[in-house]
């Protein structure tokens, strides 16, 4: 099983300013309480607040540190034992092995992780099948803790400027330093309170329907092609069991998982690889709809982008990889927006057997289209700043085209005016000569 040792793991941002931000919650919560409970009238109250402050942060930190422990990785070189399963499982080419099912790679961990969730920055490690308890224990414990120190913190300071306590502000080291450490405790509190409830809300959620957030995103993708095309066969979930075997299927007392990890529990009418095979399916067509790029503009990779102009800026995904591109790299495109597209860069074979991937999003205009491949859909094909001004130029010409089939149109008219009162004149004069003839 891949690892990685726990010194590593905390030399990140994430932990670093998750266990900052526990440190001072757990220090203001337990110097305001020495402060208020230090009273004559209060005292009595002192060891039991303590304790339970204390009980809290063991709990928090406890599971905190277990879920850093990992997810669990799929063994290297794994293969099913039967030959006729590798036709519907994915390849590593990283791990050099197939994927079992609910697993995915993680390019930040390196391996391939057992039902993965998602990768949390917090605790430097992705959220799978060894560690989703530990996680949501986690998102459990530290809202109370947090509510907790809010009461003891908002308790201390409101008592600080009563006249029972002003009696002992001599013997008490009360200055701005303490102020600002209550302070700063209630607003981290309620900050981390806010976010982490709503995170459990989705945990609790994704669980009672046993679906991840990747496999959340994999069965609105097969409901759309349900969609698009009415001939497919109908897709069911093969992992929801009901949302009480879904519960305790994570949700338990000790924090040990439940199963290995490479095979699971399915539906009446599914089996270990209908998830798979639908993958598999999306990503051929994923394929289908992908365009061949070349970059004809360098981009160093950074968020900030203002000198590709404000929207390019301002619409920059943040919470994904951006790549840098380089005049002449050959890129295969399968996502776009507005002005930013996703693809994946043509890397050498060396490259490719070191594990190396290069990915990510960069801005439209940095990239020309070299061909795209053939399906029935009409895809929009992405905007350059080329294809706009072809564009432009394309709709100029229509407009001119336009505006002189009018003009000959109004021209056509008038003539036609024209002729019709000289004929009419020429007529009548024709009429009376030859009455007068007559």
């Given at each position: 099983m891949a690892s990685r040792s726990l010194a590593r793991q905390l030399?990140?941002?994430?932990?670093?300013?998750?266990?900052?931000?526990?440190?001072?919650?757990?220090?203001?919560?337990?110097y305001s309480s020495i402060q208020l409970y230090g009273l004559p009238t209060t005292k009595y109250f002192k060891t039991?607040?303590?304790?339970?402050?204390?009980?809290?942060?063991?709990?928090?930190?406890?599971?905190?540190?277990?879920?850093?422990?990992?997810?669990?990785?799929?063994?290297?070189?794994?293969?099913?034992k039967r030959k006729e399963d590798q036709d519907v499982l994915q390849y590593c080419h990283f791990c050099k092995g197939y994927k079992a099912p609910r697993s995915h790679h993680c390019k930040t961990c390196g391996f391939c992780v057992l039902k993965m969730?998602?990768?949390?920055?917090?605790?430097?490690?992705?959220?799978?099948?060894?560690?989703?308890?530990?996680?949501?224990?986690?998102?459990?414990?530290?809202?109370?803790?947090?509510?907790?120190?809010?009461?003891?913190?908002?308790?201390?300071?409101?008592?600080?400027?009563?006249?029972?306590f002003l009696k002992y502000h001599r013997t008490l080291p009360i200055n701005t330093y303490t102020l600002f450490l209550?302070?700063?405790?209630?607003?981290?509190?309620?900050?981390?309170?806010?976010?982490?409830?709503?995170?459990?809300?989705?945990?609790?959620r994704a669980v009672l329907r046993n679906k991840t957030q990747i496999e959340d995103w994999i069965c609105?993708?097969?409901?759309?092609?349900?969609?698009?095309?009415?001939?497919?066969?109908?897709?069911?979930?093969?992992?929801?069991?009901?949302?009480?075997?879904?519960?305790?299927?994570?949700?338990?007392?000790?924090?040990?998982?439940?199963?290995?990890?490479?095979?699971?529990?399915?539906?009446?009418?599914?089996?270990?690889?209908?998830?798979?095979?639908?993958?598999?399916?999306?990503?051929?067509?994923?394929?289908?709809?992908?365009?061949?790029?070349?970059?004809?503009?360098?981009?160093?990779g950074k968020c900030c982008a203002l000198s590709y102009g404000v929207k390019i800026c301002l619409c920059v995904p943040c919470l994904e990889a951006t790549i840098p591109v380089d005049v002449g790299d050959?890129?295969?495109?399968?996502?776009?927006?507005?002005?930013?597209?996703?693809?994946?860069?043509?890397?050498?074979?060396?490259?490719?057997?070191?594990?190396k991937r290069i990915r990510g999003w960069f801005p439209r205009m940095c990239i020309k289209i070299i061909s795209k491949n053939d399906s029935q859909d009409e895809i929009r094909e992405p905007e350059t700043g080329s294809s706009k001004k072809a564009k432009i130029t394309k709709t100029e010409e229509k407009e001119k085209e336009q505006t002189t089939d009018q003009n000959m149109a109004r021209s056509d008219n008038g003539r036609k005016k024209k002729e019709t009162p000289v004929s009419q004149n020429s007529h009548e004069r024709n009429v009376k000569k030859r009455k007068k003839k007559k």
């Open positions: 030399c990140a941002w994430g932990p670093i300013v998750a266990l900052t931000l526990i440190s001072i919650v757990i220090v203001s919560a337990s039991p607040n303590l304790v339970l402050i204390y009980l809290l942060s063991f709990l928090i930190l406890y599971v905190y540190f277990h879920a850093m422990q990992g997810p669990g990785s799929v063994p290297l070189q794994w293969s099913p969730d998602h990768h949390c920055v917090w605790i430097n490690a992705c959220v799978g099948h060894e560690n989703h308890t530990s996680f949501i224990a986690f998102l459990f414990f530290l809202p109370i803790g947090c509510i907790y120190a809010v009461i003891i913190n908002a308790n201390f300071l409101y008592r600080l400027f009563s006249r029972d209550a302070i700063s405790g209630i607003a981290f509190s309620i900050g981390a309170c806010i976010g982490v409830l709503l995170l459990l809300f989705t945990q609790i609105d993708k097969a409901i759309g092609r349900r969609k698009r095309d009415p001939n497919l066969q109908p897709f069911v979930y093969p992992y929801d069991l009901g949302w009480k075997r879904n519960f305790t299927q994570v949700i338990h007392l000790s924090l040990t998982p439940v199963g290995d990890g490479l095979t699971w529990p399915v539906r009446k009418g599914c089996n270990q690889y209908s998830f798979t095979v639908e993958q598999i399916q999306q990503k051929k067509e994923k394929k289908q709809h992908s365009y061949t790029c070349e970059g004809v503009r360098e981009y160093n050959i890129i295969v495109v399968t996502r776009w927006r507005r002005y930013w597209v996703y693809g994946d860069k043509e890397v050498s074979e060396d490259d490719i057997k070191e594990g």
